[in-house]
C-alpha cells in the first residue's frame, strides 16, 4: 500500500486545514491509520491514530476521519499555532488492525506534507 499525504502549506495562526492521506494499491478501511508530525529538531511524535473499522476521532484540536469512497484518510486541524509547524505524515498499520503510539510499529508511510504556522 502506498500513502500520499496532502493539503499542507502555510496557515495563519488560529487558522484551520486539512491534511489527506489518499491510499493506492490496498483498502485503506483494513488497516489503521495514523497521522505523524515532526518539527525541525525534534523527534517524530504520533498525533491520533484510527484503527480499521473506527469513526471519526477527536483528540483537542486534531480530527482525523476517514472516506471510504476515496480511500483516504483526513486530518482535520484548529486553532493552529507557531509550534504546530512541522512535516505531517500519515502511516498505515499492517500487521495489526489496532492503533499503536510507536512509529516502528506502522509500516507504509507516506512522504510527508509541510505545515508552516506563521503570520
Given at each position: 500500500?502506498?500513502?500520499?499525504?496532502?493539503?499542507?502549506?502555510?496557515?495563519?495562526?488560529?487558522?484551520?486545514?486539512?491534511?489527506?492521506?489518499?491510499?493506492?494499491?490496498?483498502?485503506?478501511?483494513?488497516f489503521?491509520?495514523?497521522?505523524?508530525?515532526q518539527?525541525?529538531?525534534?523527534?517524530?511524535?504520533?498525533?491520533i491514530?484510527?484503527?480499521?473499522?473506527?469513526?471519526?476521532?477527536?483528540?483537542?484540536?486534531?480530527?482525523?476521519?476517514?472516506?471510504?469512497?476515496?480511500?483516504?484518510v483526513?486530518?482535520?486541524?484548529?486553532?493552529?499555532?507557531p509550534?504546530?509547524?512541522?512535516?505531517y505524515?500519515?502511516?498505515?498499520?499492517?500487521?495489526?488492525?489496532?492503533?499503536n503510539?510507536?512509529?516502528?510499529?506502522?509500516?507504509?508511510?507516506?512522504?510527508?506534507?509541510?505545515?508552516?504556522?506563521?503570520?
Open positions: 500500500v502506498q500513502l500520499q499525504a496532502s493539503g499542507g502549506g502555510l496557515v495563519q495562526p488560529g487558522g484551520s486545514l486539512r491534511l489527506s492521506c489518499a491510499a493506492s494499491g490496498g483498502t485503506l478501511a483494513d489503521a491509520v495514523a497521522w505523524f508530525r518539527a525541525p529538531g525534534k523527534r517524530r511524535e504520533r498525533i491514530c484510527s484503527g480499521s473499522g473506527d469513526g471519526d476521532s477527536v483528540k483537542g484540536r486534531f480530527t482525523i476521519s476517514r472516506d471510504h469512497a476515496k480511500n483516504t483526513y486530518l482535520g486541524m484548529n486553532i493552529l499555532q509550534e504546530d509547524t512541522a512535516v505524515f500519515c502511516t498505515a498499520r499492517f500487521r495489526a488492525v489496532h492503533c503510539s510507536y512509529e516502528h510499529e506502522y509500516d507504509s508511510w507516506g512522504q510527508g506534507t509541510l505545515v508552516t504556522v506563521s503570520s
